[in-house]
């Protein structure tokens, strides 16, 4: 009989199961891990935050909140926010209470919770140690830890010197015992080898899906080369590598979600609306023949490659869980594959490095940003709205 979880009997197991079921886990699927420093693994699927932070649709913060024990309950243990995901990181250290209550101190001891270090755009001239260690101590506090798990720094300008300094600060309150691990998101490879000279990078989130490869060969092989985790966003763009968007007419760029508007920009690089259906009339094809749905053979195909530690999926609450799950109950052949890929092949972008097109401040996907989030301070995306997005 055909083995129905191979990677979960590869990779080492972290338990869970389905809440579902008499309200206890009944381990319906494993969902694997993967370490990333010794002593320090995570689950293959990391829930995401932004969804939760506004700009998504209303969010009731309550139901969030359970929903993240239950994510917990099926093996879904680590956690990504950023300090500028507005009201997030609180909601996780209510979570972690909520946690602790009910399903006791080992449970609560196996998540990890990995926030991002966002300076703000206008803040990054001169940052000195003492503002890195205020915006630290504020996700402490907000996140009700004494140490921060992973926090993944990000720099909105490389035109402005001082992120192998700001890193060194992050370095230095690792030192100090504030964080135990050091991540960088969205730079690129040249950064990146300048980071790890500096210090111990164990992650980089980027964005890497069946529509956006900007991040595999050279990123991805110096980040092998450097022993950097890779973490992957825009697994499903946003919702759009589902079968909500099979066969629709093109939508155009207008969201009031703005996830949605930057993801509809990738799917304008990658060939547009018309190659687009044609990749999720593909997916839909290889989820009949798996039994699977569009979205779980999208996280399935990025899961797979040798690129990719970990996957982030953003879903506001767990009437999405079950359908993340199906990604780890199906294998793809190799005629999937190669369907895919012959879809795949046909793309014209994004290209360039590693978040270069959204780096280009008066560029359509630069324009959409929020540079200045911590400080509330929101005038380079005002300016921006005053041009189209697309
Ligand atoms: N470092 C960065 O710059 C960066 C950028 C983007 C994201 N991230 C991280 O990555 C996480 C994921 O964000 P993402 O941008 O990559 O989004 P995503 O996971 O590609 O898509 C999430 C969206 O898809 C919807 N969705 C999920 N499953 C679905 C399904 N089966 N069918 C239809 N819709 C489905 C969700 O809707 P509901 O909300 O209704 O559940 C949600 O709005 C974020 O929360 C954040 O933690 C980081």
């Known amino acids: 009989m055909r083995d129905r979880f191979p990677e979960a009997r590869r ?13 206890r886990p009944a381990r319906a699927t494993e969902v694997p891990g993967v370490a990333v420093r010794p002593g320090y693994s995570v689950s293959r699927i990391i829930k995401g935050g932004w969804q939760l932070s506004g700009d998504h649709g209303a969010v009731d913060a309550d139901r969030a909140i359970f929903d ?18 507005a009201g997030v990181e609180e909601m996780i250290g209510r979570f972690r209470a909520v946690l602790a209550r009910t399903r006791g101190r080992d449970a609560l001891d196996r998540v990890k919770v990995h926030t991002k270090y966002v300076p703000d755009r206008d803040s990054l001239a001169g940052l000195t140690l003492r503002d890195v260690e205020a915006s630290i101590d504020r996700s402490l ?33 690792r030192d100090k015992g504030k964080i135990d691990l050091i991540g ?13 000279g500096a210090i111990d990078v164990a992650t980089a989130q980027v964005q890497y899906s069946l529509l956006d490869r900007r991040a595999s060969e050279d990123f991805a092989a110096l980040a092998k080369g450097k022993q950097v985790s890779l973490f992957a966003y825009g697994v499903l763009a946003g ?3 589902s079968d909500v968007w099979l066969g629709r007419p093109d939508p155009g760029f207008d969201f009031d979600n703005r996830s949605l508007v930057k993801y509809r920009l990738i799917i304008e690089e990658f060939g547009g609306w018309a190659l687009f259906q044609d990749l999720l009339a593909t997916l839909r094809a290889v989820a009949d023949r798996n039994g699977s749905d569009v979205s779980a053979v999208a996280l399935r195909v990025t899961l797979d490659s040798p690129d990719v530690a970990a996957t982030i999926v953003g879903s506001r609450y767990a009437n999405r869980l079950r359908r993340i799950l199906r990604a780890f109950e199906i294998e793809l052949g190799s005629g999937d594959r190669r369907e895919i890929e012959a879809v795949r092949r046909r793309s014209t972008g994004p290209r360039g490095p590693v978040y ?6 008066e560029g359509r996907h630069g324009r959409i940003m929020k540079y200045n989030l911590n400080n509330g301070d929101d005038r380079l995306a005002r300016v921006a709205r005053q041009g189209e997005v697309a």
């Open 239 to 241: 919702g759009f590598l």
């Open 11 to 23: 990779r080492d197991r972290i338990a869970g199961g389905d809440p579902e079921n008499g309200g």
């Open 184 to 196: 960088v998101t969205n730079f690129d490879a040249e950064r990146l080898a300048e980071l790890c």
């Open 356 to 361: 270069g097109l959204e780096r280009e401040v």
């Open 68 to 85: 993240m024990v239950r994510f917990v309950d099926a093996g879904v243990i680590a956690f990504d926010c950023a300090d500028i995901y």
């Open 141 to 173: 506090m907000r996140l009700g830890l004494d140490r921060l798990d992973l926090v993944q720094f990000h720099w909105w300008d490389y035109a402005v010197s001082g992120y192998v300094d700001a890193a060194a600060h992050l370095g230095a309150l």
